[in-house]
């Protein structure tokens, strides 16, 4: 799986990997969040875009992003999309999570970003996809707090 840096071009997993542990490593007192968000969009009915961005934010100083993209079949369904969108962003966090208690970095907050808020029509879905992600053992943010999904991943799906 190819992650995509906005300044560093495309890395493997592993190296994105090493690179938020150098990143977190060089101001080891400050607080960080690992927030992992995706977003989709559909291309004339014909696929879907998904795009899921991994952040390290280190509190009130900035942070980096990394994204994979990936194309897809179509699916028509809205919930089907935020489901896999969840999916996605899961699937990335098990392997973070798991990078981590292998390396000792176990002090991360995880945030899983999803693509859901009170307005709109992914209301209706809230309370499921939250599920996931809490039933996982993630944090979960919803709209208008989901940047990661919302602004990151969003700017890349188009």
């Given at each position: 799986?190819?992650?995509?840096?906005?300044?560093?071009?495309?890395?493997?997993?592993?190296?994105?990997?090493?690179?938020?542990?150098?990143?977190?490593?060089?101001?080891?007192?400050?607080?960080?969040?690992?927030?992992?968000?995706?977003?989709?969009?559909?291309?004339?009915?014909?696929?879907?875009?998904?795009?899921?961005?991994?952040?390290?934010?280190?509190?009130?100083?900035?942070?980096r992003f990394y994204y994979h993209k990936q194309k897809t079949r179509y699916m028509e369904s809205l919930?089907?999309?935020?489901?896999?969108?969840?999916?996605?962003?899961?699937?990335?966090?098990?392997?973070?999570?798991?990078?981590?208690?292998?390396?000792?970095?176990?002090?991360?907050?995880?945030?899983?970003?999803?693509?859901?808020?009170?307005?709109?029509?992914?209301?209706?879905?809230?309370?499921?996809?939250?599920?996931?992600?809490?039933?996982?053992?993630?944090?979960a943010c919803i709209k208008p707090d989901s940047f990661g999904a919302t602004t990151v991943a969003d700017?890349?799906?188009?």
């Amino acid at each position: 799986m190819l992650f995509t840096s906005p300044s560093k071009g495309q890395v493997t997993f592993h190296k994105m990997f090493e690179d938020l542990v150098t990143y977190t490593n060089e101001y080891p007192d400050e607080s960080y969040k690992l927030i992992i968000g995706t977003d989709s969009h559909s291309l004339l009915n014909e696929s879907v875009i998904f795009v899921t961005a991994v952040i390290v934010h280190r509190i009130g100083k900035g942070g980096r992003f990394y994204y994979h993209k990936q194309k897809t079949r179509y699916m028509e369904s809205l919930r089907q999309r935020i489901y896999y969108e969840t999916f996605l962003s899961l699937g990335v966090a098990t392997r973070m999570t798991e990078q981590l208690a292998q390396n000792g970095n176990c002090q991360l907050n995880v945030e899983i970003h999803l693509d859901v808020g009170e307005k709109g029509q992914t209301r209706d879905i809230i309370k499921e996809v939250v599920g996931m992600v809490i039933g996982s053992g993630y944090q979960a943010c919803i709209k208008p707090d989901s940047f990661g999904a919302t602004t990151v991943a969003d700017r890349f799906t188009k």
